[in-house]
Nanobody, 124 residues
């Protein structure tokens, strides 16, 4: 059974950092395309950073380029999202997602496995 469990969210001041973790079980992390998405109330879930297994290419939303970094530790079965220089606009529930293969990274409907989400709040 495929399962994704996020952790690492919390309250942080503007300019601060957080590292989100997504523990994967029930499948081999090195065989799946992985993504981080976020959602605020009243809006759709949007791709933040995604990586393809086939060629290890990564995608970042323009709003997080240079601040966020996605990585995966195959041995630990965990995907990370390192978030630096956080802004109030980064406040959202963050989800990790997986799919055996996606055509276009960070396109929500292409991912069929999702975690439960972790809240990130950036506020002074």
């Amino acid at each position: 059974q495929v399962q994704l469990v996020e952790s690492g969210g919390g309250l942080v001041q503007p300019g601060g950092s957080l590292r989100l973790s997504c523990a994967a079980s029930g499948f081999s992390l090195n065989r799946y395309d992985i993504g981080w998405f976020r959602q605020v109330p009243g809006d759709e879930r949007r791709g933040v950073s995604c990586t393809k297994n086939s060629d290890r290419t990564t995608y970042y939303a323009d709003s997080v380029k240079g601040r966020f970094t996605i990585s995966r530790d195959i041995a630990k079965g965990t995907v990370y999202l390192e978030m630096n220089n956080l802004e109030p606009e980064d406040t959202a529930v963050y989800f990790c997602a997986a799919a055996r293969w996606v055509y276009e990274p960070c396109t929500m409907h292409e991912y069929n496995f999702w975690g439960q989400g972790t809240q990130v709040t950036v506020s002074s």
